[in-house]
């Protein structure tokens, strides 16, 4: 069975940081590009981050850029978001996400270009900001 599991969440303190954890069952992070996304509240689903299939360039949400970075821990099979310098609009819940018919890191973080038929996503993983 394809799983994603998200990890790691909790409260961060404007300009803290945080690492959170997807963790891959059933297939390798490296096989397809894996999608960061983040709702806030109220909010829509927006993509914060991707990684590219076969240890692609990752790429960032201009929100974002500068300040999150993506790692593959390929022994846990676990793709890690890093959170750097982070601002009390960073309380969503963060979710990360894959598709096999998804390879470009780019397409990846677009929510609305998952198939229904082979996405799989995370439950999502609580960060709260506090000022």
């Known amino acids: 069975e394809v799983q994603l599991v998200e990890s790691g969440g909790g409260l961060v303190q404007a300009g803290g940081s945080l690492t959170l954890s997807c963790e891959a069952s059933?297939?390798?992070?490296?096989?397809?590009?894996v999608g960061w996304f983040r709702q806030a509240p109220g909010k829509e689903r927006e993509g914060v981050a991707c990684?590219?299939?076969?240890?692609?360039?990752?790429t960032f949400a201009e929100s974002v850029k500068g300040r999150f970075a993506i790692f593959t821990d390929n022994h846990k099979n676990t793709m890690l978001l890093r959170m750097d310098n982070a601002k009390t609009e960073a309380t969503a819940v963060y979710y990360c996400?894959?598709?096999?018919?998804?390879?470009?890191?780019?397409?990846?973080?677009?929510?609305?270009?998952?198939?229904?038929?082979?996405?799989?996503w995370g439950k999502g993983t609580l960060v709260t900001g506090s000022s």
């Open positions: 990684s590219g299939s076969n240890n692609g360039p990752a």
């Open positions: 059933g297939f390798s992070v490296n096989d397809y590009a």
């Open positions: 996400a894959a598709d096999p018919l998804l390879l470009a890191c780019r397409e990846s973080r677009d929510p609305t270009a998952y198939h229904s038929s082979t996405h799989t």
